[in-house]
């Protein structure tokens, strides 16, 4: 199994997704409108970087053009005839001859027979007052509500933010949590493959959050092994993208999608102009040590790996949204959403605020807590001072989308985070 290359693509579910998506709760405006802005933006000309321009044989500098029309063709296709002609028709012949053609395996029976499957969102109620909602396993969703759930059981007040000892005593919580979490994510797997039932019951039962808090020590950290299995792999990332979506109606979507790694597997389809995934990548690549993450997760037909994307939708009491969010950044998607999703509900600063504030991170081994500039230097002493290392984030964060309803001025407010290029689009 490699991690880039022909060999680590998988099966691409997520067009498949859309339609079935659209079919079970859309049908407003005719699949083609759907992408008619898409071909606006892949035949106009953009700019774009790391890639070479067939006409010099050099990399693209900044401000140079290109254009992407196979891909524009590619969309046209799928827009006219619909996904079958991905998964069972013309475009699906030239996308296994392609893949093939460059020392892949997937083939035709692979892409007809691909399916997906529809389950209830895991739900956790915060403090009677709110209700969180995040994706099933194979998605990292049980681990993001598994820390919501250990965290909401602290008497923290949104005046804490003001204190740096409670704001140090909130940060060592959060990371002992996450600690705790990231142990936890080693049990996870494909729920069609493996008996999960259990787990999830723990991940969101208050009795369980409340046996964690009782091994969190307020003034100390411990060793990797005091939380339970170490982290042999941590899952990279950084060809992941999500959109936070609140309609007219009250309604909202959040999608998470992903090739993975930055440029996939590195391969585009010479006709199709697609940049193919190397989710292959997510699972175990030992597979002759016999550990949970090794069993849990490894690869077979038909079994999807494990993954950091971790959606998640918060209604109130009165089921209104009051936050849609989701974020991309490998390992870091959880920890991210987990301390946005916090700021902005427990401590009550905006969407922007909470996006924007700086952000830690620890996912257990190396058991070091690694942080953006400028976080705050006194709380970073109050963990070193129960024992915590410390370091400065040296590569990518991650980035969040969000929306939030304010219910005092009964308007949704939207923020794209500011280390990444974008902003929100409303109406």
Known sequence: MNSIGPLSIGIPGELLAYDKAYKEFGGGVSWSTLFLQQFVYVKKDFQEIFVKNHLTNELYKEGDIMKRIKLAQTLRQIAKEGVQTFYNGDLAKKIINEIQKRGGILTLEDLREYDIDFHE???????????AFTSL????????????????????HSNDLNNIEKTGL??????????????KKLQLGDPISINLTQLMINLTSKE????????INDEKTFSEEYYGDNMKKVLSG????????????????????????YFGSTIVGEETGIIYNNQLDDFSRDQSINSNESIRNSISPGKRPISSKAPLIIIDNKENIRQVLGAAGGSKIVTSIAQ???????????????????????????????????????ILNELKRRGHNVTCMSYGSTVVQGIEWRPGDHQYWANSDIRKGGSPYGY
């Open 238 to 261: 950084g060809g992941t993208a999500h959109i936070s979506i609140v309609d007219q109606y009250g309604d909202a979507v959040g999608i998470t999608s992903t090739i993975n790694s």
């Open 121 to 131: 969102a895991i739900s956790i109620d915060l403090n009677n007052s709110f209700k």
């Open 340 to 378: 946005v999703c916090l700021l902005n509900l427990l401590f009550e600063k905006n969407i922007k605020e909470s996006i924007d504030y700086p952000r830690i991170h620890h996912h257990l081994h190396p058991n070091e807590i690694i942080f953006e500039q400028p976080f705050n230097r006194n």
């Open 170 to 183: 909130f940060y060592h919580r959060l990371i002992e949590t996450f600690k705790f979490a990231f142990a």
């Open 208 to 215: 369980y959050a409340q046996s964690i808090r009782q091994k």
């Open 137 to 156: 396993a194979p998605s990292s969703g049980p681990i993001l509500a598994f820390i919501l759930n250990i965290i909401s059981g602290y008497n923290f």
